[in-house]
């Protein structure tokens, strides 16, 4: 999946720099400078749809990762994960090997803790704008995206995330500490879940400056639970479980946020509670259905 991402980024890439070869052979109008326009906010949107598949899959990698580790983690970060989750009426069952649902519900607090404050400059509450100019403003996220975007974790061993970008780097301070407090693991990390945790703060860091690099910027939505389900805005990543004879019917938990793009929406995915054809909810069913391997 990952590599799929990859090969539609560099055809979005091949695509966007024919077009802006072809683009720069038309004279200067106001005509062309808004055909122009038109362009790279298309090249912006092209990337942003694409990262936002790149950060799911990401957080998802870093949740598959950390659930490897809960064995080796003790029985108080089983018992904080279980807390976590009391909210959602969420009980599960560690065993040796990781569920399918354990997966799914620790990537929706990471994704929880990833996106907080998505929406504000620089992921910081009441910060205040450095360029007040808005096309200025989506020039400088646009160039930071690329400067982001070709960072490597070789990189980033050698020299630090600091080296790049100092935003980047306390982006990633800030949510390694709110992972190992939501955990309350304060254990050395090893490599491979060092390097899962920055493919996962640089995909979601690269989707904010997308995201700021269009005028207005694209908006983040998120669902709660108990909200009724829409097919519209959300995606139920347990539907291959419930089968044809049972629907969607309220949200249980929000797994991903969605966004909205221009008129249309990137759906948010989601786990549900389940509705019988006849109307009628089944606990039994209900509760047999919800994704647990």
């Known amino acids: 999946e990952k590599k799929l991402n990859k090969l539609e980024l560099y055809c979005h890439t091949?695509?966007?720099?024919?077009?802006?070869?072809?683009?720069?052979?038309?004279?200067?109008?106001?005509?062309?400078?808004?055909?122009?326009?038109?362009?790279?906010?298309?090249?912006?949107?092209?990337h942003f749809l694409v990262s936002v598949s790149e950060a799911r899959s990401s957080v998802r990698l870093l949740s598959r990762s950390l659930t490897m580790q809960l064995r080796h983690m003790g029985s108080k970060v089983y018992e904080k994960v279980s807390f976590l989750l009391q909210p959602y009426d969420i009980k599960i069952s560690f065993s040796k090997s990781p569920t399918r649902s354990l997966l799914f519900y620790l990537e929706a607090l990471l994704n929880r803790t990833f996106y907080e404050d998505f929406e504000t400059i620089g992921f910081q509450k009441n910060a205040c704008n450095m360029i007040l100019n808005p096309k200025e403003r989506c020039e400088a996220s646009y160039e930071s995206f690329n400067m982001v975007h070709g960072l490597t974790w070789e990189e980033v061993l050698s020299k630090g995330t600091r080296h790049f970008s100092e935003e980047f780097s306390r982006f990633c301070d800030r949510k390694m500490s709110e992972i190992v407090a939501m955990l309350g693991w304060n254990r050395a990390w090893p490599e491979a879940l060092l390097q899962a945790f920055f493919g996962a703060s640089k995909s979601v860091w690269m989707l904010h400056l997308l995201a700021n690099s269009v005028?207005?910027?694209?908006?983040?939505?998120?669902?709660?639970?108990?909200?009724?389900?829409?097919?519209?805005?959300?995606?139920?990543?347990?539907?291959?479980?419930?089968?044809?004879?049972?629907?969607?019917?309220?949200?249980?938990?929000?797994?991903?946020?969605?966004?909205?793009?221009?008129?249309?929406?990137?759906?948010?995915?989601?786990?549900?509670?389940?509705?019988?054809?006849?109307?009628?909810?089944?606990?039994?069913?209900?509760?047999?259905?919800?994704?647990?391997?």
């Open 215 to 293: 005028h207005p910027s694209l908006p983040i939505f998120r669902v709660e639970k108990g909200l009724k389900f829409d097919s519209v805005y959300m995606e139920d990543m347990g539907g291959d479980k419930a089968g044809s004879k049972l629907l969607p019917d309220v949200v249980r938990i929000m797994v991903a946020p969605g966004f909205y793009v221009y008129g249309s929406a990137v759906k948010c995915k989601v786990l549900c509670r389940y509705l019988s054809s006849s109307n009628n909810i089944s606990n039994k069913e209900d509760k047999a259905l919800t994704p647990t391997h």
């Open 14 to 46: 091949l695509k966007s720099g024919l077009e802006q070869c072809t683009n720069n052979n038309i004279t200067t109008s106001p005509t062309s400078l808004f055909k122009s326009q038109t362009l790279e906010q298309d090249t912006v949107i092209q």
